[in-house]
Each structure stands twice: as C-alpha cells, then as structure tokens.
C-alpha cells in the first residue's frame, strides 16, 4: 500500500484534534490528571491516561470515518442521478487462466464464483454530467466494449476504446475528448477454479463472494468486502481510506493473510472451524476479541494480521 497518500491521513488527524481541542470529547481522567499537577504521576496511572485517550481517539476516528462514508454515499447518488449509462456485457472461456487481474480507476467491483468454464462480465458505465461535454459523452459510450485478455495464466478485465483497444477507455477519452468524467462498475462472475485475484480500484468499494484462493487486492479510497473466503496463498488487503470486512470460512495451513488500512476500521468473522495465530494492531483506535494484540484461534495456525493507522479492530 502506498503510505505516500498522506492528505487523507492528515486530513483524519486534522478532524480529531479539533473535535478534541473543541471539548466535545471529554478525555477520562483528565480533571483527575489536573488535579496531580506538581505530584510525581506513577507508571501505572501514566499507562491508564494513555490508554484512555487512545480509546476517544479512537472512538473520533470512528465518526469521522462514517462522515466519509456518508458523505461519499451523498456524492455518488448525486452523480447518478446526473448521469448517462451504458450497459456492457462479455463472456469469454478461460481456458487455462487461474488469475484475475483487475485495475480500475473509479467505480465499483463485485467478484462471484459460478460453476462451469466460462467467466461473465456485465459493466455499467455513468458518464457523469458536464456542460462543456454533453455530446461528447455519448460519443465516449458508444466508443466503449469489455476487454478480457488472456496472457499465460491471467486474465485481465478492463473496458477499452474500439477505437484503440490497447488504451483504457479513461486515457483515451482523455486523450481524445479532453473529458474522463465517468465511472466504471463491474459485476463478474468466475470459475470456481480460478485461485488468484489481482484487484486494485482507486475509487470505490470492492466486494468478493465465495472465493477461494490467493487475495491480492488494494483499494485506494473504498470498502474491501470480503465473505466466505477461503485462504490458499500469501494474502493481501490494503485500502488507504475506507474499511475492511472479512467473513473468512477457511485459511490453508501455509496461507497467510494480512489485513491493513491507513484510515478505516477492520472487522474479521471467523467460522467455527478457522484455526489461526492473530496479530491485531491499531495506533488509534479500539481493538476487540484480540486481547493483548496476539490469540490463537482452535490452536493457532497461520497467520491472520490486521492492522490498521486510525481505525478500530474488532474479530467476532
């Protein structure tokens, strides 16, 4: 994950030390604190403050990561509702493939499983509203088709230009039109074969059913959702603003998965039978059903790891 983006992580930083400065968050133990001005303060009582505002800090970073969401939600509708689509669609054998290589700029992903040989992507393209470019945005879907790619063992999803298959349809609207206001979202169901899922999405949730296998997936400003995930390889879930949920039904012996987000909560569900080592750390925010940062789940085995910069992490 890049730790380069730090605006967002400033800007979080920026929200809770206002509302803290401001007195709407009383810190426990402060009047107590003042009134041991000039008094050696022991260890313990030292831990216990800390400890303390850790957890308004925390509890601040949740309600600012909620008026990101909601906020979010409200500029999205409002999007829509201004918008011109276009519905796509593409089936196409994988043959040998076993990994799904995904890069997109702004929309959302959602990954199923399905039976049989064949992968089926449907997106739906918004061409967001703007007056210097109405015609232009007609001309741009018109312009647009999915693009499945087989090379060696991967296949790579994207939505191109007809007119120059080999760029993405943002650059070359951009190139061509001066214009690349519009988001892609993708539904895309998959063999139960496949093991890889290579997904990066800059701007917008990412959801993934029932998959089994290796998880390689980033998002830059979004959700990651995962449910009933099966952990085969070495594991990966990075989101720079946005939570992260894990409904994990299983974890391979030499799996691992590590979980982490700069600014954003992380909330794993494990199943009855998930045998793991946790390893829970957050710099501001609470920390639920890992005591100590560190459990053994059923005995212990491979590695789960969450760690998250402002958020809280709580393991059900």
Known sequence: MKKSNTT??????????????????ELPGRQSANNELGK???????????????????????????????????????????????????????????????NNAVGEIEVTSTTGDQINVSATILAHNGSAHKADRQKILDDAEISIDVSGDTLKVSTNSKSNPK??????????????????????EIP?????????????????????????????????DIEGANITGKSTLESNTGSIRMDIAGM??????KATTNVGSL??????????????????????????GKRDVNGGGPLLSLSSDIGAITVE
């Open 40 to 102: 050696n303060i022991t260890e313990d009582v030292q831990q216990n403050i800390g400890e303390a505002v850790k957890q308004e800090l925390g509890k601040a970073a949740a309600s600012v990561e909620q008026a990101v969401q909601d906020t979010a939600t409200k500029v999205v509708d409002e999007v829509k509702a201004n918008s011109i689509s276009k519905e796509l669609s593409l089936s196409k054998e994988i043959g040998s493939a076993s990994v799904l290589s995904m």
């Open 167 to 188: 760029k993405d349809l943002w650059t070359w609207a951009q190139d061509k039109y001066g214009y690349s206001d519009f988001s892609i979202n993708y539904t895309i």
């Open 192 to 224: 139960t074969r496949m093991d890889e899922y290579q997904i990066t999405n800059n701007v917008g949730q990412i959801r993934l059913r029932n998959l089994d296998g290796n998880y390689r997936v980033v998002s830059n400003v979004g959700a990651i």
């Open 252 to 257: 391979k012996s030499d799996s691992r998965l």
């Open 8 to 25: 967002s992580v400033m800007a979080a930083v920026a929200v809770l030390s206002v509302v803290l400065l401001a007195g709407c968050t």
């Open 267 to 292: 909330n794993a569900v494990l199943a009855d039978g998930v045998k793991c080592s946790l390893v829970a750390k957050s710099d501001l925010g609470q920390i639920t059903g890992v005591e100590g």
